[in-house]
């Protein structure tokens, strides 16, 4: 299940960036909620690190022109993700807190970055309007992910509360 919703996401995201124009609002993080979502599901954290490596490889190499930098910085992100778990629990506002959160720290973390290797020039408001245009279509996709999630995992005994 695990593998499906991140596969999917990680399509989704591709087919939603084609209609959806680059200085839109809504710029899609599907592949990031993703990780959010299945976090709980995992038992051994070793296994989600290597989730989140993968699916940040495969973003390089299928949605930017970079190596290794998404996957470093997906990583990063499932270590935050994990921490945030450890402190809040799996409901559904929780949940929205954390999808915001996490999309709030990689946009700085990857804005950060870009600015410091000089490839973007630094403005507060391009660096706000980018989280503002992030979160109002990611927050609505782990609405239905979780509904969705939460559906299936009464069917197959997953701990989803």
């Known amino acids: ?37 299945i976090c ?3 038992d051994d954290s070793t ?26 910085i997906f990583c990063f992100m499932a270590f935050i993700i994990m921490r945030l778990n450890l402190v809040l629990t799996d409901n559904f506002i929780n949940i929205l807190i954390i999808v915001a959160l996490s999309i709030v720290f990689y946009r700085i973390i990857t804005y950060g970055i870009l600015v410091f290797i000089n490839s973007m020039s630094f403005d507060v408001l391009a660096l706000v309007d980018s989280i503002l245009k992030s979160l109002i279509l990611n927050l609505i996709y782990s609405m239905l992910l979780f509904i969705i999630i939460k559906k299936f995992s009464r069917k197959k005994k997953y701990v989803y509360s």
């Open 1 to 37: 299940m695990k593998i499906i919703i991140l596969i999917v996401s990680f399509l989704l995201e591709g087919v939603i960036s084609n209609f959806v124009s680059i200085n839109g609002y809504f710029a899609p993080l599907f592949t990031l909620v993703s990780l959010i979502m």
């Open 47 to 72: 296994n989600y690190y290597k989730y989140a490596f993968f699916s940040g490889l495969a973003y390089d190499l299928f949605y930017t022109d970079t190596i290794i930098f998404h996957a470093i």
């Open 40 to 42: 709980p599901l995992f």
